[in-house]
C-alpha cells in the first residue's frame, strides 16, 4: 500500500492514518465490510461499515488517478516534452477532469481545421501573431506562409487563426477559469421545446425554468435530464457571454497595441464558441448529474434501509390481499411462521361486483384461523379494497386490524424463478399476495428475495447511473442482513447470500445440508459446509436458536467464546441463563485479555441474547377504518405512515387514495438540507391537512402546528 496515498485519504475523510490503513489491510486480506466493523472494531477504532466503504471507494480513486498520473508523465516524456512544471501540475492535480485538461495539449489529435494549417505550414505565424509584434504589419507577416496549400495572406491568417483557437482551448488554465466563472455566474434555463408531448404535464414546472447553476437541487437536476431526453423541453445556460470572452481577451492579449489584437480576439471567439464551451457545457451538465446522482442513490438507500428495517408484526396470523378490479383480489392466510393456510380469491370491485359474496368468504377465513391482521398491497384498487376490508371489519365480533403494505417489486418476485420453487403451483398473483402477506411478517427475509433496484423507495430512481445504483443498494441489504442476523434452520436462500462472506453456491450448499439433516444443532457443525475463510466471516452473523450452545444464538463471534465463557462464569451466569441482569454490573478488566470494543460486545449479547434492532423502531400503523378524500378538512389531524423520502418532501400515507406530500417547508420549524434529516420511510407522524385538491385527488400536509 501506498503510503502517501493513504495519508491523502485520511485527510480527505477525516480519518485516522493509522485507522485507514489498518482498513486497507484487513479488506486486502479478503475480510468483509460488515465483518471488520462488527468484529474487528480493535484495529479501525470503531470505524463503521459507511466509512469503512468509503475508505475503500476513495482510495481505489486515488490509486487510479495516481496511475493515470503516471501514464500521462510517460506519455509527455516519450514524446520528450516533459518540463518540471507540467509534471508539477499533473502531481498537484486532485480530480480527474484537472488532470484532462493538463493532458489535452498532447494527446494525438484527429484531423481539425488546426492540424490541417499546422501541416500547411502555419505554426511559425500562429507563434509570430502571439508575440503580440508591433512593427510592421499583418500582411508582411503572412505573406512569407503563401504556398501551393495557402493561396493568399487570408488563407494563411485564417489557418493560423485555427492554431491559435486550439492553443487556447488546449489550455488548463484557461478552462479551468471558464469551467469556474461558468458554475459560479451561469443559469441553468429549459423552455418547453416546440412540438413537445406532455399530456400529464410532468414536466410543467420547467416549461419555462431558470435557476443559478451553484443553487440548483439535484431531484431538479434529475427531472431537467430526464425532460430533455423526452424532447419535451431544452436546456441552455445563460450567463453574461460578452463579459465572460471580454475577461478572456484580457488574460490573453498582452500588448493591445499590436497590431494583431483583432485577429486574437477573433481566434478567441472562435475558440470558446467552437472548442471551448461545447465541452466545457457537456462537463458542467456531466458534473451536475454526477452530483444529483450521489445525492439521489443516498436517498434511495436511505429508504430501502428504513423499509428493510421496518420491525416484523410477530407472532400474528396474516390475511394477506392482493388487489385487482377484473381479475378479483386474491388472498392467502399465513400462519405465524408465514406458511401457507389457505389460497382463494375474491370479486368485491367492478365490473364482477359480488361485493357480499366477497365478504362472507373474507369473514369465514377470518374466523377459520383466527386472523389477526389484514395485510393489504397498495397497488391497483388498493383503497377500494381498504374500504371493503374496513367494512368487513364492522361486521365482525372481535378485534382485526389492517395494514397497507407497499407492493413494489412483487410483481417482479412473483414471476421470478424462487417464487415458481417456492410456490410451484401457485398462479403469480397468488404467489404475489403470499409475498404481501410476509412483508408484514417479516420485510427483510421477503424483501431480499427481489433485487434491490425494483424497490420503488425513491425518484428518479431509472435516472441515475444503473451500476452505481445496484451497488449501494445491494451495499444497504448487505448492512441490513448482516445487522439482524439470520437463522440458519429458517432463512432462504436470498437471505444466505446476503450474510457476510457467504456467496450464493455456499449459501445453497448450506440449504441443502438442512434439508438433509433436517436442523443444524451448532455454529461448529458448519464448518463440515463452509470454506475456513467463509466460515470465519459469515458465523457470527448466523444465528442457532434452540441449539447445543446458547452462545451460538447470539453474535459473539466463536474466535471469542473462550473469553465469553469467563466471563460467564465470573458473572455466575449459567450460559442456559443468558439475559440477566447480574452482567450489567461487570466493568472493563484487563485480565480478560481482549480489547475495549469487544469486551463490550460480549457484555451486550450476554445482556441480549436476541436482541433484534429493528424492534426499537416505531411499529407499523395498523388501522380498522377508512378516510375519503372527500372526508378531510384543512386543519383535520391525521396520523400516517412515511412511504417515502424525496428532496422536496415526503409521501404519506393517510389513508385515502394518494399518499399526502409534506413539503420539505413544513416538516420543522428549523432549518434542514433535507427531508431525512427529520424523517424516513415507516415513520408514524402527525400531520394537520393544508390544503385539499378535489379535482386532482390530491392533498398537502404539514407537520407544523399553528
Not at 308 to 322: G, N, S, T, W
Request: hydrophobic share 35%.
Amino acid at each position: 500500500m501506498n503510503t502517501e496515498l493513504i495519508k491523502k485519504v485520511s485527510i480527505e475523510l477525516n480519518i485516522n492514518e493509522k485507522d485507514v490503513e489498518a482498513t486497507l489491510k484487513l479488506l486486502s486480506e479478503g475480510n468483509t465490510v460488515p465483518f471488520i466493523a462488527r468484529y474487528r472494531k480493535e484495529a479501525t477504532h470503531g470505524l463503521d461499515e459507511t466509512q469503512i466503504r468509503e475508505i475503500s471507494e476513495r482510495y481505489e480513486y486515488v490509486v487510479n488517478l495516481e496511475k493515470k498520473k503516471e501514464d500521462y508523465i510517460r506519455l509527455i516524456d516519450e514524446k520528450g516534452l516533459l518540463t518540471d512544471e507540467i509534471r508539477n501540475n499533473i502531481n498537484n492535480a486532485t480530480k480527474l477532469v484537472e488532470l484532462e485538461d493538463i493532458y489535452r495539449p498532447f494527446k494525438e489529435k484527429k484531423k481539425t481545421k488546426a492540424t490541417d494549417a499546422i501541416n500547411n505550414g502555419l505554426e511559425p505565424l500562429a507563434k509570430m501573431i502571439m508575440s503580440f509584434p508591433t512593427k510592421g504589419t499583418i500582411e508582411e507577416l503572412a505573406t512569407k506562409f503563401i504556398n501551393d496549400k495557402v493561396k493568399n495572406t487570408e488563407e494563411a491568417i485564417q489557418g493560423a487563426k485555427y492554431i491559435i483557437a486550439e492553443w487556447i482551448s488546449d489550455n488548463a488554465y484557461y478552462r479551468k477559469y471558464i469551467r469556474s466563472y461558468l458554475f459560479n455566474n451561469a443559469k441553468i434555463v429549459s423552455k418547453l421545446k416546440k412540438d413537445a408531448v406532455d399530456e400529464k404535464k410532468v414536466y410543467e414546472m420547467y416549461y419555462n425554468f431558470s435557476e443559478e447553476l451553484k443553487y440548483i437541487k439535484s431531484h431538479r437536476v434529475l427531472a431537467i435530464n430526464r425532460a430533455e431526453k423526452e424532447k419535451v423541453i431544452t436546456v441552455s445556460l445563460e450567463y453574461a457571454k460578452t463579459k465572460l470572452i471580454d475577461n478572456l481577451k484580457d488574460k490573453i492579449i498582452k500588448n493591445k497595441d499590436s497590431y494583431v489584437v483583432d485577429i486574437v480576439s477573433d481566434a478567441i471567439e472562435d475558440s470558446y464558441k467552437r472548442l471551448i464551451y461545447p465541452s466545457v457545457e457537456r462537463e458542467i451538465r456531466s458534473e451536475l448529474t454526477e452530483k444529483a446522482e450521489v445525492v439521489a442513490i443516498k436517498n434511495f438507500s436511505d429508504n430501502l434501509k428504513n423499509l428493510l428495517m421496518q420491525p416484523p408484526i410477530r407472532e400474528k396470523v396474516v390475511l394477506a390481499l392482493d388487489p385487482a378490479y377484473r381479475t378479483g383480489c386474491k388472498l392467502a392466510v399465513l400462519d405465524k411462521n408465514g406458511m401457507v393456510l389457505d389460497i382463494s380469491v375474491i370479486y368485491p370491485h367492478e365490473p364482477v361486483n359480488k361485493y357480499e359474496e366477497a365478504k362472507r368468504i373474507v369473514i369465514d377465513l377470518i374466523n377459520k384461523y383466527n386472523v389477526d391482521i389484514v395485510s393489504i398491497g397498495n397497488g391497483t384498487a388498493s383503497r377500494e379494497s381498504e374500504a371493503f376490508i374496513a367494512d368487513v371489519i364492522k361486521s365482525l365480533n372481535r378485534k382485526v386490524e389492517y395494514i397497507l403494505v407497499s407492493e413494489a417489486g412483487a410483481s417482479v418476485y412473483s414471476a421470478s424463478k424462487l417464487a415458481i420453487s417456492e410456490f410451484p403451483d401457485y398462479h403469480v398473483e397468488q404467489r404475489s399476495a403470499v409475498s404481501i402477506g410476509r412483508r408484514l411478517q417479516d420485510p427483510l427475509a421477503e424483501l431480499v428475495k427481489i433485487d434491490p433496484e425494483s424497490i420503488g423507495v425513491g425518484l428518479y430512481q431509472h435516472d441515475v447511473t444503473a451500476k452505481n445504483l445496484k451497488e449501494s443498494l445491494d451495499f444497504t441489504v448487505l448492512s441490513c442482513v448482516n445487522l439482524v442476523g439470520v437463522d440458519v434452520n429458517t432463512a432462504s436462500i436470498s437471505l444466505f447470500k446476503y450474510v457476510s462472506g457467504m456467496t450464493q453456491k455456499m449459501a445453497e450448499k448450506l440449504v441443502d445440508y438442512r434439508e438433509k439433516v433436517k436442523k443444524i444443532m451448532s455454529r461448529e457443525e458448519l464448518k463440515k459446509i463452509l470454506t475456513p475463510k467463509v466460515y470465519e466471516q459469515s458465523i457470527g452473523f448466523l444465528r442457532i436458536n434452540g441449539g447445543v450452545n446458547p452462545l451460538d444464538e447470539t453474535s459473539i463471534h466463536p474466535e471469542s467464546y473462550s473469553i465469553a465463557e469467563k466471563i460467564l462464569k465470573d458473572a455466575n451466569i449459567d450460559p442456559k441463563e443468558l439475559g440477566k441482569d447480574e452482567i450489567m454490573t461487570m466493568k472493563f478488566k484487563n485480565n480478560y485479555d481482549i480489547d475495549e470494543y469487544t469486551f463490550a460486545d460480549i457484555i451486550s449479547s450476554i445482556k441480549q441474547p436476541h436482541r433484534d434492532p429493528r424492534d426499537e423502531l416505531a411499529k407499523p400503523l395498523l388501522k380498522s377504518d377508512i378516510t375519503h378524500i372527500e372526508d378531510l378538512h384543512v386543519g383535520d389531524k391525521l396520523q400516517g405512515t412515511v412511504r417515502n423520502v424525496v428532496d422536496f418532501g415526503a409521501f404519506v400515507d393517510i389513508g385515502i387514495k394518494s399518499d399526502g406530500l409534506i413539503h420539505i417547508s413544513k416538516i420543522t420549524k428549523d432549518y434542514i438540507k433535507h427531508p431525512s434529516e427529520v424523517l424516513s420511510v415507516g415513520d408514524i407522524v402527525d400531520v394537520y391537512v393544508e390544503k385539499i385538491d378535489l379535482e386532482k385527488g390530491k392533498v398537502s400536509l404539514t407537520m407544523l402546528e399553528d
